[in-house]
Protein backbone atom coordinates (compact mmCIF):
# COMPACT_ATOMS: atom_id res chain seq x y z
CA UNK A 1 0.00 0.00 0.00
CA UNK A 2 1.19 3.13 -0.89
CA UNK A 3 -0.06 6.61 0.56
CA UNK A 4 0.47 10.09 -0.93
CA UNK A 5 -0.22 13.44 1.37
CA UNK A 6 0.48 15.22 -1.77
CA UNK A 7 -0.56 13.59 -4.88
CA UNK A 8 -1.58 14.52 -7.91
CA UNK A 9 -4.06 13.13 -10.38
CA UNK A 10 -2.93 10.95 -13.61
CA UNK A 11 -0.55 13.57 -15.63
CA UNK A 12 -0.87 13.95 -19.50
CA UNK A 13 2.93 14.02 -19.15
CA UNK A 14 5.58 11.84 -17.75
CA UNK A 15 9.36 12.88 -17.45
CA UNK A 16 11.77 10.44 -17.67
CA UNK A 17 14.84 11.09 -15.68
CA UNK A 18 17.07 9.10 -17.47
CA UNK A 19 19.28 7.52 -15.21
CA UNK A 20 19.17 9.77 -11.92
CA UNK A 21 21.92 10.42 -9.95
CA UNK A 22 24.27 9.92 -12.90
CA UNK A 23 22.47 13.13 -15.07
CA UNK A 24 25.84 15.31 -15.40
CA UNK A 25 27.39 12.07 -17.03
CA UNK A 26 24.76 11.38 -19.76
CA UNK A 27 26.84 13.07 -22.86
CA UNK A 28 29.24 10.20 -22.01
CA UNK A 29 26.33 7.61 -21.53
CA UNK A 30 25.34 8.22 -25.19
CA UNK A 31 28.87 7.81 -27.38
CA UNK A 32 28.34 3.78 -25.90
CA UNK A 33 24.70 3.77 -26.42
CA UNK A 34 25.21 5.52 -29.68
CA UNK A 35 27.92 2.86 -31.19
CA UNK A 36 26.06 -0.05 -29.65
CA UNK A 37 22.55 0.75 -31.76
CA UNK A 38 24.95 1.18 -35.09
CA UNK A 39 26.65 -2.15 -34.64
CA UNK A 40 23.03 -3.53 -33.65
CA UNK A 41 21.70 -1.98 -36.69
CA UNK A 42 24.15 -3.19 -39.08
CA UNK A 43 25.13 -6.40 -37.82
CA UNK A 44 21.16 -7.41 -37.58
CA UNK A 45 20.31 -5.93 -40.90
CA UNK A 46 23.48 -7.79 -42.55
CA UNK A 47 22.29 -11.48 -41.03
CA UNK A 48 19.02 -10.88 -41.98
CA UNK A 49 19.89 -9.96 -45.27
CA UNK A 50 22.46 -12.58 -45.94
CA UNK A 51 19.87 -15.21 -44.81
CA UNK A 52 17.11 -13.59 -46.65
CA UNK A 53 18.92 -13.79 -49.74
CA UNK A 54 21.05 -16.96 -49.60
CA UNK A 55 18.68 -20.47 -50.35
CA UNK A 56 21.42 -22.47 -49.02
CA UNK A 57 20.87 -20.72 -45.61
CA UNK A 58 16.80 -21.46 -45.60
CA UNK A 59 17.48 -24.12 -42.83
CA UNK A 60 15.54 -24.38 -39.34
CA UNK A 61 18.22 -22.63 -37.59
CA UNK A 62 19.36 -19.46 -39.59
CA UNK A 63 15.46 -18.91 -40.21
CA UNK A 64 15.28 -18.71 -36.49
CA UNK A 65 18.45 -16.44 -36.67
CA UNK A 66 16.82 -14.34 -38.85
CA UNK A 67 13.45 -14.03 -36.59
CA UNK A 68 15.79 -13.29 -34.18
CA UNK A 69 17.21 -10.46 -36.16
CA UNK A 70 14.36 -9.00 -37.06
CA UNK A 71 13.23 -8.74 -33.12
CA UNK A 72 16.64 -7.18 -31.81
CA UNK A 73 16.26 -4.42 -34.83
CA UNK A 74 12.72 -3.79 -33.13
CA UNK A 75 13.92 -3.49 -29.95
CA UNK A 76 16.41 -1.40 -30.18
CA UNK A 77 14.68 1.01 -32.45
CA UNK A 78 11.60 1.56 -29.54
CA UNK A 79 14.44 2.07 -27.33
CA UNK A 80 17.36 3.62 -27.71
CA UNK A 81 16.42 6.63 -30.02
CA UNK A 82 14.19 8.09 -27.03
CA UNK A 83 17.23 7.31 -24.56
CA UNK A 84 19.48 9.10 -27.09
CA UNK A 85 17.03 11.93 -27.19
CA UNK A 86 17.45 12.07 -23.24
CA UNK A 87 21.12 12.58 -23.29
CA UNK A 88 21.60 14.67 -25.72
CA UNK A 89 18.57 17.03 -25.87
CA UNK A 90 17.26 16.74 -22.40
CA UNK A 91 13.77 15.77 -24.20
CA UNK A 92 12.29 13.67 -21.09
CA UNK A 93 9.10 14.71 -21.67
CA UNK A 94 6.87 11.76 -22.46
CA UNK A 95 2.51 12.19 -23.07
CA UNK A 96 1.11 9.33 -20.72
CA UNK A 97 -0.15 7.75 -24.14
CA UNK A 98 3.43 6.99 -25.26
CA UNK A 99 4.22 5.88 -21.88
CA UNK A 100 2.06 3.15 -22.66
CA UNK A 101 2.70 2.43 -26.14
CA UNK A 102 6.65 2.02 -24.86
CA UNK A 103 5.10 0.00 -21.83
CA UNK A 104 3.76 -2.68 -24.25
CA UNK A 105 5.99 -2.79 -26.87
CA UNK A 106 9.46 -2.85 -24.92
CA UNK A 107 8.72 -5.52 -23.05
CA UNK A 108 6.39 -7.45 -25.85
CA UNK A 109 10.00 -7.89 -28.19
CA UNK A 110 11.95 -8.85 -25.05
CA UNK A 111 9.67 -11.62 -24.24
CA UNK A 112 9.41 -12.62 -28.37
CA UNK A 113 13.21 -12.27 -28.16
CA UNK A 114 12.90 -14.46 -24.90
CA UNK A 115 10.51 -17.11 -26.72
CA UNK A 116 13.20 -17.32 -29.77
CA UNK A 117 16.00 -18.32 -27.96
CA UNK A 118 14.24 -21.30 -26.34
CA UNK A 119 13.12 -22.36 -30.02
CA UNK A 120 16.38 -22.55 -30.94
CA UNK A 121 17.39 -24.42 -27.99
CA UNK A 122 14.47 -26.82 -29.34
CA UNK A 123 16.26 -26.54 -32.78
CA UNK A 124 19.51 -27.93 -31.18
CA UNK A 125 17.52 -30.23 -29.29
CA UNK A 126 15.66 -31.82 -32.48
CA UNK A 127 19.39 -31.82 -34.29
CA UNK A 128 21.01 -34.14 -31.79
CA UNK A 129 18.58 -36.39 -30.96
CA UNK A 130 16.60 -36.72 -34.20
CA UNK A 131 19.42 -35.42 -37.39
CA UNK A 132 17.45 -37.47 -39.42
CA UNK A 133 14.05 -36.11 -38.90
CA UNK A 134 15.39 -32.56 -38.52
CA UNK A 135 14.28 -31.00 -41.63
CA UNK A 136 10.81 -33.33 -41.35
CA UNK A 137 10.15 -32.24 -37.62
CA UNK A 138 11.09 -28.56 -38.42
CA UNK A 139 9.64 -28.03 -41.45
CA UNK A 140 8.59 -24.03 -42.30
CA UNK A 141 5.18 -24.83 -41.78
CA UNK A 142 6.11 -26.01 -37.90
CA UNK A 143 8.42 -22.65 -38.18
CA UNK A 144 5.44 -20.31 -38.99
CA UNK A 145 3.43 -21.65 -36.06
CA UNK A 146 6.13 -21.06 -33.40
CA UNK A 147 6.78 -17.75 -34.56
CA UNK A 148 2.79 -16.80 -34.31
CA UNK A 149 2.73 -18.75 -30.73
CA UNK A 150 5.34 -16.68 -29.53
CA UNK A 151 4.32 -13.46 -31.24
CA UNK A 152 0.49 -14.25 -29.47
CA UNK A 153 2.16 -15.24 -25.84
CA UNK A 154 4.06 -11.70 -26.30
CA UNK A 155 0.56 -9.91 -27.22
CA UNK A 156 -1.22 -12.07 -24.13
CA UNK A 157 1.43 -11.58 -21.79
CA UNK A 158 2.43 -7.72 -22.07
CA UNK A 159 -1.82 -6.58 -23.19
CA UNK A 160 -2.51 -5.73 -19.58
CA UNK A 161 0.39 -3.85 -18.83
CA UNK A 162 -1.08 -0.64 -20.26
CA UNK A 163 -4.81 -1.58 -19.62
CA UNK A 164 -3.93 -1.75 -15.73
CA UNK A 165 -1.52 1.37 -15.76
CA UNK A 166 -3.65 3.18 -17.41
CA UNK A 167 -6.13 2.53 -14.18
CA UNK A 168 -4.11 4.49 -12.05
CA UNK A 169 -5.45 7.39 -10.79
CA UNK A 170 -3.32 9.39 -8.87
CA UNK A 171 0.58 9.58 -8.37
CA UNK A 172 3.57 10.87 -5.61
CA UNK A 173 5.42 12.58 -8.77
CA UNK A 174 5.14 12.82 -12.32
CA UNK A 175 8.87 11.76 -13.06
CA UNK A 176 9.94 8.62 -13.80
CA UNK A 177 13.19 7.69 -12.59
CA UNK A 178 14.22 5.75 -15.62
CA UNK A 179 15.75 6.05 -19.28
CA UNK A 180 12.04 4.88 -20.63
CA UNK A 181 8.39 3.93 -19.75
CA UNK A 182 8.75 0.39 -17.68
CA UNK A 183 5.44 -0.45 -16.24
CA UNK A 184 7.23 -1.05 -12.79
CA UNK A 185 8.71 2.04 -12.92
CA UNK A 186 5.27 3.99 -13.28
CA UNK A 187 3.81 1.66 -10.71
CA UNK A 188 5.88 2.20 -7.80
CA UNK A 189 5.56 6.18 -8.17
CA UNK A 190 1.57 5.22 -7.86
CA UNK A 191 -0.73 6.56 -4.70
CA UNK A 192 -2.93 3.13 -3.13
CA UNK A 193 -3.10 -0.43 -3.25
CA UNK A 194 -0.64 -1.68 -6.51
CA UNK A 195 -0.38 -5.17 -4.81
CA UNK A 196 -2.48 -6.31 -7.88
CA UNK A 197 0.15 -4.46 -10.16
CA UNK A 198 3.39 -6.17 -8.50
CA UNK A 199 1.54 -10.09 -9.02
CA UNK A 200 1.41 -9.27 -12.39
CA UNK A 201 4.39 -8.13 -13.26
CA UNK A 202 5.89 -10.99 -11.31
CA UNK A 203 3.32 -13.08 -13.39
CA UNK A 204 4.91 -11.49 -16.38
CA UNK A 205 8.20 -12.64 -15.50
CA UNK A 206 7.53 -16.02 -14.82
CA UNK A 207 5.16 -16.83 -17.50
CA UNK A 208 7.95 -15.40 -20.37
CA UNK A 209 11.88 -15.94 -18.95
CA UNK A 210 11.03 -18.27 -16.15
CA UNK A 211 9.23 -20.55 -18.56
CA UNK A 212 11.41 -20.19 -21.05
CA UNK A 213 14.61 -20.15 -19.38
CA UNK A 214 13.22 -23.86 -17.22
CA UNK A 215 12.58 -25.00 -20.57
CA UNK A 216 15.95 -24.25 -22.47
CA UNK A 217 17.82 -25.87 -19.27
CA UNK A 218 16.04 -29.32 -19.84
CA UNK A 219 16.45 -28.94 -23.43
CA UNK A 220 20.32 -28.55 -22.62
CA UNK A 221 20.28 -31.48 -19.65
CA UNK A 222 19.02 -33.99 -22.74
CA UNK A 223 21.20 -32.45 -25.22
CA UNK A 224 24.27 -33.56 -23.31
CA UNK A 225 23.11 -36.48 -22.10
CA UNK A 226 22.46 -37.76 -25.83
CA UNK A 227 26.13 -36.13 -26.80
CA UNK A 228 27.82 -37.79 -23.64
CA UNK A 229 26.46 -41.27 -25.05
CA UNK A 230 28.56 -40.90 -28.14
CA UNK A 231 31.58 -42.90 -28.05
CA UNK A 232 33.74 -41.05 -30.15
CA UNK A 233 35.18 -37.45 -28.28
CA UNK A 234 35.66 -36.21 -31.58
CA UNK A 235 31.66 -36.67 -32.49
CA UNK A 236 31.20 -35.58 -29.13
CA UNK A 237 33.17 -32.20 -29.46
CA UNK A 238 31.27 -31.73 -33.14
CA UNK A 239 27.96 -31.99 -31.43
CA UNK A 240 28.49 -29.82 -28.76
CA UNK A 241 30.00 -27.30 -31.24
CA UNK A 242 26.88 -26.96 -33.17
CA UNK A 243 25.41 -25.52 -30.15
CA UNK A 244 28.18 -23.00 -29.09
CA UNK A 245 26.83 -19.81 -30.55
CA UNK A 246 23.19 -20.39 -28.83
CA UNK A 247 24.98 -21.11 -25.69
CA UNK A 248 27.29 -18.01 -25.63
CA UNK A 249 23.60 -15.78 -26.65
CA UNK A 250 21.88 -17.36 -23.73
CA UNK A 251 24.35 -16.65 -21.14
CA UNK A 252 24.20 -13.04 -22.95
CA UNK A 253 20.59 -12.54 -22.55
CA UNK A 254 19.80 -14.46 -19.10
CA UNK A 255 22.96 -13.29 -16.96
CA UNK A 256 21.20 -9.45 -16.36
CA UNK A 257 17.74 -11.07 -15.38
CA UNK A 258 19.44 -14.02 -13.30
CA UNK A 259 21.58 -11.44 -11.73
CA UNK A 260 18.67 -9.03 -10.18
CA UNK A 261 16.43 -11.53 -9.42
CA UNK A 262 19.32 -13.00 -6.64
CA UNK A 263 20.16 -10.04 -5.57
CA UNK A 264 16.77 -9.27 -4.94
CA UNK A 265 16.41 -12.53 -3.19
CA UNK A 266 19.69 -12.48 -1.33
CA UNK A 267 18.51 -8.95 -0.05
CA UNK A 268 21.73 -6.82 -2.13
CA UNK A 269 19.94 -3.15 -2.35
CA UNK A 270 22.00 -1.65 -5.50
CA UNK A 271 22.35 1.79 -5.87
CA UNK A 272 19.44 3.22 -8.57
CA UNK A 273 20.99 4.08 -10.87
CA UNK A 274 23.13 0.94 -10.64
CA UNK A 275 20.00 -1.05 -11.44
CA UNK A 276 18.84 1.60 -14.80
CA UNK A 277 22.16 0.93 -15.53
CA UNK A 278 21.35 -3.48 -15.89
CA UNK A 279 17.65 -2.74 -16.92
CA UNK A 280 18.97 -0.92 -19.85
CA UNK A 281 21.30 -3.93 -20.47
CA UNK A 282 18.45 -6.02 -20.91
CA UNK A 283 17.63 -4.40 -24.39
CA UNK A 284 21.07 -3.57 -25.51
CA UNK A 285 23.67 -5.86 -25.22
CA UNK A 286 22.05 -9.15 -26.32
CA UNK A 287 20.97 -7.25 -29.83
CA UNK A 288 24.12 -6.12 -30.71
CA UNK A 289 26.38 -9.31 -29.78
CA UNK A 290 23.61 -11.92 -31.51
CA UNK A 291 25.22 -11.09 -34.92
CA UNK A 292 28.99 -11.03 -33.62
CA UNK A 293 28.76 -14.23 -32.24
CA UNK A 294 26.93 -16.00 -34.90
CA UNK A 295 29.22 -14.12 -37.83
CA UNK A 296 32.26 -15.22 -35.85
CA UNK A 297 31.43 -18.68 -34.28
CA UNK A 298 28.94 -20.09 -37.94
CA UNK A 299 30.84 -20.99 -40.56
CA UNK A 300 28.33 -20.99 -43.55
CA UNK A 301 27.12 -16.96 -41.86
CA UNK A 302 31.05 -16.23 -41.73
CA UNK A 303 31.99 -17.51 -45.09
CA UNK A 304 29.40 -15.24 -46.33
CA UNK A 305 30.36 -12.27 -44.37
CA UNK A 306 33.66 -12.52 -45.98
CA UNK A 307 32.51 -13.32 -49.56
CA UNK A 308 30.92 -9.84 -49.10
CA UNK A 309 33.71 -7.57 -47.75
CA UNK A 310 35.66 -9.49 -50.41
CA UNK A 311 33.03 -8.33 -53.14
CA UNK A 312 33.50 -4.88 -52.08
CA UNK A 313 37.31 -4.76 -51.45
CA UNK A 314 37.43 -5.78 -55.34
Sequence with gaps: MTSCNNSIPQPLIFVLA??????????????PFFLVFVITIIGNATIFCI???????????????????IVDLSLVSVTVPRMLGIFW????????????????FIPSFY??????????AFDRFVAIWFPLRYTTILANSILGKMALAILARAVAVLTP???????????????????????????????????????????????SVGFDLFFIILSYGLILHAVFQIPSWEARAKALSTCGSHLCIIALFYSPVVF???????????????????????????????????????????????????????
Design 18 to 31: GIPGLESFHGWFSV
Design 89 to 104: MNAKEISFKACLTQMF
Design 161 to 207: APILAKRLESFQTHIIAYSYCAYMAVVQIACGDVSNHIVYGLMVIVA
Design 260 to 314: SVLAQILGYHMAPYLQIIIDNLYFLVPPMVNPLIYGARTKQMRERVLRIFHCHRN
Design 51 to 69: IRVEKSLHEPMFLLLAMLS
Design 111 to 120: VMESGILLAM
